[in-house]
Protein backbone atom coordinates (compact mmCIF):
# COMPACT_ATOMS: atom_id res chain seq x y z
CA UNK A 1 0.00 0.00 0.00
CA UNK A 2 2.81 2.42 -0.21
CA UNK A 3 4.42 4.24 -2.86
CA UNK A 4 8.16 3.84 -2.18
CA UNK A 5 7.44 3.84 1.58
CA UNK A 6 4.97 6.51 1.58
CA UNK A 7 1.46 5.56 2.45
CA UNK A 8 -1.17 7.92 2.92
CA UNK A 9 -2.22 8.22 6.70
CA UNK A 10 -6.45 8.28 6.88
CA UNK A 11 -7.71 9.96 10.19
CA UNK A 12 -11.45 11.33 10.68
CA UNK A 13 -12.13 13.29 7.45
CA UNK A 14 -12.23 11.74 4.27
CA UNK A 15 -12.11 13.89 1.10
CA UNK A 16 -13.37 12.31 -2.04
CA UNK A 17 -10.32 11.11 -2.86
CA UNK A 18 -9.40 9.47 0.42
CA UNK A 19 -12.47 7.39 -0.65
CA UNK A 20 -12.10 6.48 -4.25
CA UNK A 21 -8.29 5.50 -3.38
CA UNK A 22 -9.46 3.16 0.01
CA UNK A 23 -12.45 2.11 -2.97
CA UNK A 24 -9.90 1.23 -5.34
CA UNK A 25 -7.44 -0.62 -2.52
CA UNK A 26 -9.85 -2.40 -0.55
CA UNK A 27 -12.93 -3.87 -3.50
CA UNK A 28 -15.57 -2.21 -1.18
CA UNK A 29 -17.75 0.60 -2.35
CA UNK A 30 -17.18 4.09 -1.82
CA UNK A 31 -20.56 4.06 0.07
CA UNK A 32 -18.99 0.87 2.28
CA UNK A 33 -15.85 2.88 3.09
CA UNK A 34 -17.88 5.30 4.32
CA UNK A 35 -19.86 3.40 6.43
CA UNK A 36 -16.73 1.24 7.52
CA UNK A 37 -15.15 4.85 8.57
CA UNK A 38 -18.18 5.79 10.38
CA UNK A 39 -18.27 2.62 12.70
CA UNK A 40 -14.32 3.28 13.14
CA UNK A 41 -14.86 6.48 14.65
CA UNK A 42 -17.67 5.26 17.10
CA UNK A 43 -14.78 2.90 18.21
CA UNK A 44 -12.04 5.35 17.89
CA UNK A 45 -12.79 9.02 17.76
CA UNK A 46 -8.98 9.49 17.44
CA UNK A 47 -9.12 8.35 14.10
CA UNK A 48 -6.32 5.60 15.74
CA UNK A 49 -7.00 2.24 17.08
CA UNK A 50 -4.15 1.29 19.48
CA UNK A 51 -2.56 -2.00 20.75
CA UNK A 52 -4.56 -2.20 23.90
CA UNK A 53 -8.13 -0.94 22.59
CA UNK A 54 -7.54 -3.74 19.73
CA UNK A 55 -6.42 -6.25 22.42
CA UNK A 56 -10.14 -5.47 24.31
CA UNK A 57 -11.73 -5.33 21.02
CA UNK A 58 -10.24 -9.04 20.02
CA UNK A 59 -10.42 -10.52 24.02
CA UNK A 60 -14.73 -10.38 23.04
CA UNK A 61 -14.41 -12.56 20.51
CA UNK A 62 -12.15 -15.19 22.69
CA UNK A 63 -13.67 -15.08 26.00
CA UNK A 64 -11.94 -17.77 27.55
CA UNK A 65 -8.70 -17.97 26.19
CA UNK A 66 -5.62 -15.80 26.90
CA UNK A 67 -4.92 -13.48 23.52
CA UNK A 68 -2.64 -11.17 23.91
CA UNK A 69 -0.04 -12.91 22.39
CA UNK A 70 -1.61 -13.56 19.46
CA UNK A 71 -3.52 -9.87 18.79
CA UNK A 72 0.27 -8.86 19.43
CA UNK A 73 1.18 -10.61 15.71
CA UNK A 74 -2.09 -9.48 14.45
CA UNK A 75 -1.68 -6.27 15.53
CA UNK A 76 1.61 -5.68 14.26
CA UNK A 77 0.60 -7.51 10.87
CA UNK A 78 -2.62 -4.52 10.41
CA UNK A 79 -0.18 -1.72 11.54
CA UNK A 80 2.07 -1.67 8.62
CA UNK A 81 3.94 1.57 9.10
CA UNK A 82 4.68 0.38 12.43
CA UNK A 83 4.06 3.69 14.07
CA UNK A 84 2.02 1.23 17.07
CA UNK A 85 -1.43 2.98 16.00
CA UNK A 86 -4.06 1.34 12.95
CA UNK A 87 -5.19 4.28 11.03
CA UNK A 88 -8.60 3.75 9.33
CA UNK A 89 -6.64 3.35 6.20
CA UNK A 90 -4.55 0.01 7.62
CA UNK A 91 -7.70 -1.24 9.14
CA UNK A 92 -9.97 -1.07 6.07
CA UNK A 93 -7.43 -2.90 4.00
CA UNK A 94 -7.10 -5.93 6.70
CA UNK A 95 -11.03 -6.16 6.97
CA UNK A 96 -10.82 -6.31 2.78
CA UNK A 97 -8.13 -9.11 2.83
CA UNK A 98 -9.89 -10.97 5.71
CA UNK A 99 -13.13 -10.77 4.56
CA UNK A 100 -12.84 -11.73 0.78
CA UNK A 101 -13.47 -14.79 -0.87
CA UNK A 102 -10.01 -14.93 -2.30
CA UNK A 103 -8.08 -17.67 -0.28
CA UNK A 104 -4.83 -17.25 -2.08
CA UNK A 105 -4.52 -13.57 -0.82
CA UNK A 106 -5.69 -14.30 2.42
CA UNK A 107 -2.93 -17.02 3.06
CA UNK A 108 -0.33 -13.73 1.75
CA UNK A 109 -1.75 -11.87 4.73
CA UNK A 110 -1.52 -14.82 7.11
CA UNK A 111 1.98 -15.40 6.17
CA UNK A 112 2.91 -11.66 6.75
CA UNK A 113 1.71 -12.16 9.59
CA UNK A 114 4.15 -15.40 10.86
CA UNK A 115 6.49 -13.83 9.18
CA UNK A 116 7.33 -11.88 12.69
CA UNK A 117 11.16 -10.83 11.85
CA UNK A 118 9.52 -9.64 8.34
CA UNK A 119 12.38 -11.33 6.48
CA UNK A 120 10.63 -12.71 3.91
CA UNK A 121 10.43 -16.28 5.66
CA UNK A 122 8.92 -18.05 8.14
CA UNK A 123 11.47 -20.11 10.35
CA UNK A 124 10.39 -22.49 12.90
CA UNK A 125 10.88 -20.29 16.10
CA UNK A 126 8.70 -17.73 13.86
CA UNK A 127 5.99 -20.44 13.70
CA UNK A 128 6.25 -21.91 17.02
CA UNK A 129 5.82 -18.59 18.66
CA UNK A 130 2.26 -17.99 16.75
CA UNK A 131 1.45 -21.77 17.58
CA UNK A 132 1.84 -20.78 21.35
CA UNK A 133 -0.11 -17.62 20.74
CA UNK A 134 -3.39 -19.70 18.82
CA UNK A 135 -3.06 -22.35 21.42
CA UNK A 136 -3.47 -19.49 24.00
CA UNK A 137 -5.99 -18.05 22.62
CA UNK A 138 -7.83 -21.54 21.55
CA UNK A 139 -7.18 -22.31 24.98
CA UNK A 140 -5.71 -25.32 23.23
CA UNK A 141 -3.67 -28.24 26.00
CA UNK A 142 -0.41 -28.37 25.16
CA UNK A 143 0.19 -32.46 25.90
CA UNK A 144 1.45 -35.46 23.76
CA UNK A 145 0.47 -35.08 19.92
CA UNK A 146 -1.04 -31.68 20.76
CA UNK A 147 1.73 -29.32 21.38
CA UNK A 148 3.01 -26.69 19.38
CA UNK A 149 6.33 -27.77 18.97
CA UNK A 150 4.75 -31.41 17.02
CA UNK A 151 2.46 -29.51 15.37
CA UNK A 152 5.34 -26.72 13.96
CA UNK A 153 7.69 -30.47 12.70
CA UNK A 154 4.52 -31.78 11.19
CA UNK A 155 3.80 -28.45 9.17
CA UNK A 156 7.39 -27.89 8.35
CA UNK A 157 7.53 -31.53 6.94
CA UNK A 158 4.73 -31.00 4.66
CA UNK A 159 5.43 -27.57 3.60
CA UNK A 160 9.22 -27.01 3.49
CA UNK A 161 9.83 -28.46 0.01
CA UNK A 162 13.11 -27.74 -1.10
CA UNK A 163 14.09 -28.39 2.82
CA UNK A 164 16.38 -25.63 4.01
CA UNK A 165 14.37 -25.61 7.14
CA UNK A 166 12.26 -22.16 6.37
CA UNK A 167 9.53 -21.58 4.45
CA UNK A 168 8.89 -18.83 1.62
CA UNK A 169 5.59 -17.17 0.89
CA UNK A 170 5.16 -19.70 -1.88
CA UNK A 171 5.53 -22.88 0.24
CA UNK A 172 3.62 -21.64 2.69
CA UNK A 173 0.62 -20.60 0.57
CA UNK A 174 0.74 -23.73 -1.38
CA UNK A 175 1.09 -25.37 1.36
CA UNK A 176 -2.22 -24.18 2.60
CA UNK A 177 -3.80 -24.40 -1.03
CA UNK A 178 -3.29 -28.06 -1.06
CA UNK A 179 -4.00 -29.31 2.75
CA UNK A 180 -7.37 -28.42 3.89
CA UNK A 181 -6.19 -29.22 7.95
CA UNK A 182 -2.99 -27.00 7.71
CA UNK A 183 -5.47 -24.34 6.17
CA UNK A 184 -7.79 -24.53 8.54
CA UNK A 185 -4.88 -24.89 11.38
CA UNK A 186 -3.36 -21.97 9.66
CA UNK A 187 -5.51 -19.59 8.19
CA UNK A 188 -8.58 -20.16 9.27
CA UNK A 189 -10.65 -17.73 7.17
CA UNK A 190 -9.03 -18.65 4.42
CA UNK A 191 -10.80 -22.04 4.28
Known amino acids: MG ?19 LSGLSGFTPDQVREWHSGFLKDCPTG ?30 FDNDSSGNIDFGEFLIAISITA ?28 KKIMEAIFDLLGEERKGTNSPELKVDQIF ?35
Open 3 to 21: NNGQRMKYGKTLTDANIAE
Open 48 to 77: KLNKKKFVDVYKQFYPSGKAEKFCEYVFRT
Open 100 to 127: QQEPKRKLEWAFSMYDIDRNGFIEKKEM
Open 157 to 191: TKMDTNGDGKLSKDEFVNGCLQDEYLRRLLAPSAS
